[in-house]
């Protein structure tokens, strides 16, 4: 699939930011994938522990996932930070720098999607709904149009 705003990041800035929801990924998302075996110990953003027990994600932990604003000070971090300079940019690399920033924010939705699908009562995922992820997405892209826009922001 061609991208026509991206030609105004170079591959390598690209890949940093690509970089930076991995890292957000593999380290506050990716350990809810052993919570029936490991349980959880996570910190929130604001350094306050997470923990759970072994189990399913059904009740408390899957409200802490989706309804405890979790994920959302580490994604408003990544927007703030990417986009405090955005004053200064051409609006072609404004664009850009949305894009790849929303890319990373619809994967880190994704996969926290996937997640709780597959560890939704104890595995058996393919009878129960995927969480829908759309009015996160939204919240966050409007987040980050209001960083872009260079409005003061402040963190969930």
């Not at 998302?29 to 399913?56: E, H, Q």
């Not at 408390?60 to 994920?71: G, S």
């Not at 929303?102 to 009878?127: K, P």
């Given at each position: 699939?061609?991208?026509s ?9 690209r890949?940093?930011?690509?970089e ?5 990924i593999?380290?506050?998302?990716r ?6 075996t ?16 072994p189990?399913s994600?059904?009740?408390e932990?899957?409200q802490?996932?989706?309804e405890t ?9 990544i ?6 300079d ?12 949305r894009?790849a920033l929303?890319e990373?924010?619809?994967?880190t939705?994704l ?8 560890m939704?009562?104890?595995?058996f995922?393919?009878s129960?709904y ?6 996160h ?9 209001r ?8 963190a969930a």
């Amino acid at each position: 699939m061609a991208r026509s705003s991206s030609a105004s990041l170079d591959p390598a800035e690209r890949q940093r930011l690509s970089e930076r929801f991995t890292k957000l990924i593999w380290d506050q998302v990716r350990p809810w994938v052993y919570m029936d075996t490991d349980g959880l110990d996570l910190k929130r953003f604001d350094g306050s522990p997470i923990s759970f027990a072994p189990g399913s994600m059904d009740g408390e932990p899957r409200q802490a996932m989706w309804e405890t604003n979790y994920i959302e000070p580490f994604l408003e971090s990544i927007c703030r930070e990417e986009t405090k300079d955005a004053a200064h940019l051409t609006s072609r690399r404004k664009a850009a720098l949305r894009e790849a920033l929303a890319e990373g924010i619809l994967r880190t939705y994704l996969t926290m999607q996937e997640v709780d699908w597959h560890m939704h009562a104890n595995g058996f995922c393919w009878s129960h709904y995927k969480t829908e992820i759309e009015p996160h997405v939204a919240r966050m892209g409007a987040y980050l149009d209001r960083c872009l826009e260079g409005a003061e922001v402040q963190a969930a």
